[in-house]
Nanobody, 119 residues
Framework: QVQLLESGGGLVQAGGSLRLSCAASGSILSINAINWYRQAPGKQRELVAVATSGGVTNYADSVKGRFTISRDNAKNTVYLQMNSLKPEDTAVYYC?????????????WGQGTQVTVSS
């Protein structure tokens, strides 16, 4: 069974940093596209960062220059480094990966991790 496990969320003061991790387990052959979403209370889920299989990255204007996607292919793990955090970054963050397994290409979601930024 292929699944994602997120970690790294928590409570941080404004201006601080967190690094979220999203580890894929199971019969993973490759991780292709990476998306990170977030959802704040009472708001719709928002796409904040994207990385294509070719390594091209794109970020929402609200996080550009502060958030960075990276990956460790050997560990089948992707990361979202979040710096200069603001209270408005408070949300549940979800990784969303397009992966190739031994059976199929599929899209997976992490379980979500809470990020709370205090002012």
């Amino acid at each position: 069974q292929v699944q994602l496990l997120e970690s790294g969320g928590g409570l941080v003061q404004a201006g601080g940093s967190l690094r979220l991790s999203c580890a894929a387990s199971g019969s993973i052959l490759s991780i292709n596209a990476i998306n990170w979403y977030r959802q704040a209370p009472g708001k719709q889920r928002e796409l904040v960062a994207v990385a294509t299989s070719g390594g091209v990255t794109n970020y929402a204007d609200s996080v550009k220059g502060r958030f960075t996607i990276s990956r460790d292919n050997a560990k089948n793990t992707v990361y979202l480094q979040m710096n200069s955090l603001k209270p408005e970054d408070t949300a549940v963050y979800y990784c969303n990966l397009y992966v190739l397994t031994t059976l199929q290409a599929t899209r997976l979601w992490g379980q979500g991790t809470q990020v709370t930024v205090s002012s």
